[in-house]
């Protein structure tokens, strides 16, 4: 029998970071979709906006002030996020596990005042299409806040056990930084469409 030499991969790494893992590329394909729906949503409220531009009938103008706390919680969290994926690029477990807790409470935070944003717009989603469409902005974003809070409360509870010494878990907190930059990211128009539009008529 004939053989052949093989290459020695046992220097190469077990894992990867960053766009050299799969899961990445899945989360970008996830946030492509996710950014098309939000897109479509502030696409459906300028159209509507701008064929009938008194849409708000007598609807006051929305509260701004427990959505410009969302903002400012929002932007703030994205100083600890990108420590956090500095200290998973270095595989370092003990400053990993206090920045996803630290990634938890400033994830929940924003729900937290969120509950309040909703009674805030000052219209129900069913009393006109106005309503309906800061409804359908303001829900699709919490959705997404909810989703990526789990996430990270989940990745957080695994760092506290012996799945954490797995590399893959470090290229999972990458991921999962990643996408919160997404979640804040996408924010900042909805918050404008929602808030500002109005008032600048």
């Known amino acids: 029998m004939k053989q052949r030499p093989a290459a020695d991969l046992s220097g190469l790494p077990s894992f ?41 009938l007598s609807a006051p103008e929305p509260n701004h002030w427990p959505g410009t706390i969302v903002t400012l919680l929002l932007i703030v969290s994205l100083v600890p ?8 690029k ?16 400033l994830g929940s935070a924003p729900l937290i005042v969120r509950w309040f944003e909703f009674p805030a717009l000052n219209i129900y989603w069913d009393t006109n299409a106005y309503g309906s469409m800061l409804w359908v902005l303001l829900g ?18 695994l760092m506290f056990t012996r799945h954490a010494y797995s590399g893959r878990r470090f290229g ?15 924010w900042i128009p909805i918050y404008l ?6 008032r600048l008529g």
């Open 16 to 56: 990867g970071l960053g766009p050299r893992r799969p899961t990445w590329w899945g989360t970008l394909g996830f946030m492509a979709l996710e950014g098309m729906g939000f897109a479509l949503a502030a696409g459906a409220y300028l159209y509507l906006a701008t064929l009938w531009p008194n849409w708000r």
């Open 81 to 88: 996020n990108h420590l956090l994926n500095r200290y998973a």
């Open 90 to 105: 270095q595989c370092a477990i003990g400053p990993v596990r206090i920045g996803m807790v630290v990634m938890s409470l």
């Open 140 to 157: 699709l974003h919490t959705i997404h806040l909810i989703t990526d809070v789990g996430d990270t409360i989940v990745l957080t509870v």
């Open 172 to 186: 999972d907190v990458g991921d999962n930084v990643f996408y919160w930059d997404f979640v804040v990211l996408t």
């Open 193 to 198: 469409f929602i808030y500002w539009a109005p």
